[in-house]
């Protein structure tokens, strides 16, 4: 059974970090693509940053970009998402995603719809 387990959520103000962690089981982690997505409230689920399954590829949203840094750890089964100068407007759930991209020619995804497992979701929220 796949599980994706996010932690590290919590409330910070404006301008501080947060480190996102998210710990996976149950899958050849190294397979897979992972995602950050989150909803914040009223609006639609979003993308937030993506990787590859070898660290090698990224792709981050255009509003977390030059703050948001994602990275992997395969040995551990590891999907981190740093955030720093946070803004109340990062105020959200935040999900990790996984897609296995072994038998395609896609590395990375910003389209929820392609990722087959999702975590529970840690809350982030950002005070003005």
């Known amino acids: 059974q796949v599980q994706l387990v996010e932690s590290g959520g919590g409330l910070v103000q404006a301008g501080g970090s947060l480190r996102l962690s998210c710990a996976a089981s149950g899958l050849t982690f190294s397979n897979y693509c992972m995602g950050w997505f989150r909803r914040a409230p009223g609006k639609e689920r979003e993308f937030v940053a993506t990787?590859?399954?070898?660290?090698?590829?990224?792709y981050y949203a255009d509003s977390v970009k030059g703050r948001f840094t994602i990275s992997r750890d395969n040995a551990k089964n590891m999907v981190y998402l740093q955030m720093n100068n946070l803004k109340p407007e990062d105020t959200a759930v935040y999900y990790c995603?996984?897609?296995?991209?072994?038998?395609?020619?896609?590395?990375?995804?910003?389209?929820?719809?392609?990722?087959?497992?999702w975590g529970q979701g840690t809350q982030v929220t950002v005070s003005s």
């Open positions: 990787i590859g399954w070898n660290g090698g590829a990224t």
């Open positions: 995603a996984a897609v296995d991209t072994r038998s395609s020619i896609v590395v990375i995804s910003m389209n929820s719809d392609e990722y087959e497992y």
